[in-house]
């Protein structure tokens, strides 16, 4: 299947301008020179960390219940009326948009007898009626219909809502915490990272499809978004089409990062002015919101953005992979190249990245007191565990605070 089209079609902020530039002009340096950004020297992590289920549920109770955790895009829900269901960590989320445009999380269980109210997915609706007994919900979660309520016996609507969670929306994304006691500072999470997300204008875009892919431990899934150094050798005939392979930057913006790899164009440009680049064209970055989102595209026409989330099991994870386009296909045409991107998007993640993560999990257990080297080379991949490691150990009340990233050369 051959390789998408780079089209570019963000016009840049003066922000966003001057940083794709920035490491556009990096890229250009490695090129010239066959070389990429390295961390100061190489990395253990033990291989334990993978497998050990006791080490799992601190990363679920210590960072992925407590965090503001991206579950949906604006696009999912785009107009008044929309929801979007999904289950999380074992825990049933609805959320929704409401009439004034606000959005809202909730647990998707009915408060009579816990009943899942919408399934899994995205719809349009004036309320949410649970399907066991028809009790109904505005949506914003208040209880406005119980069934035969003259028989049922009198019910005190504001103390059965749905049990509320904490919920913001920012740069075209809807986080939310599992934690109802919990408390959402997307300033303060986000950091240097929000000015270059709201850039990216991934608000305004149309949400073409989403697709499921299946995987294996949640940070052997990770491990494969964050470096190029793999492309040449699994990515031979895809991915290694159009990127070189090991030549990349790295930059991290406390616990989340951006990891640009270099595109192949970038020969055919590398002696013209300036003023001629395309960063969309020439720049392949990976905007990547901790614990498990990756934006790719994020400069062009067409958006790819994946939703790593673990699964109910250590050695199991789900990853939504969603296409954005700039603008709603017009033509048959169009919605061709778009469907295209989805289908070589997900078999290239699915048969390529997973398959060989499968393959990497089913030998966990012949290196359970070994452990893994990361090389300078793999300097996003460093950060990401060292991030994972200092947030099991950091107060939650500390956790938006900027992990020790490698230093890089």
Known sequence: ??????????????????????????????????????????????????????????????????????????????????????????????????????????????????????????????????????????????????????????????????????????AGFVFVCLDPSGSIDLDAWLGDMAPLLDGLGLDRCFHHSTTHLPGPNWKLVVDGYLEGYHFASLHRTTVFRTNHSNMATFDPFGPHMRVAFALKTIGAVAGSPEETWEPATSVGPIFWLFPGIAIAGGWRRIVEISFVLPGRTWDRSLTEQHVLLRQPPVDDEEIKVADHARDWFYEVTLDEDYATGEGVQRGLDAFTNEQFVFGRNEPGVQHFHRTVTQMIETPPTKLAQAPTAPPTT
Request: glycine letters at 8%; aromatic letters at 8%.
């Open 1 to 170: 299947m051959s390789t998408p089209p780079y089209t570019a079609a963000l016009d840049f902020d003066p922000v966003l301008r001057d940083d794709a530039f920035g490491v556009m002009r990096r890229l250009v340096d490695h090129y010239r020179r066959k070389t990429t950004d390295q961390a100061s020297g190489q990395y253990r992590e033990p291989v334990a960390n993978y497998r050990d289920p006791e080490i799992w549920q601190q990363e679920m109770d210590r960072i992925h219940r407590v965090i503001p955790l991206p579950v949906a895009l604006s696009a999912e829900l785009a107009t008044p009326g929309s929801y979007k269901a999904v289950e999380v960590l074992g825990t049933p989320v609805v959320i929704t948009r409401d009439a004034t445009d606000v959005v809202h999380a909730m647990l998707n269980a009915c408060r009579h007898r816990g009943a899942e109210l919408v399934p899994a997915g995205v719809g349009h609706t004036r309320r949410l009626t649970c399907p066991y007994h028809a009790w109904s919900y505005d949506l914003g979660g208040c209880l406005v219909g119980v069934n035969a309520e003259e028989t049922f016996g009198p019910v005190d609507r504001g103390a059965m809502s749905l049990r509320y969670l904490p919920v913001a929306e920012r």
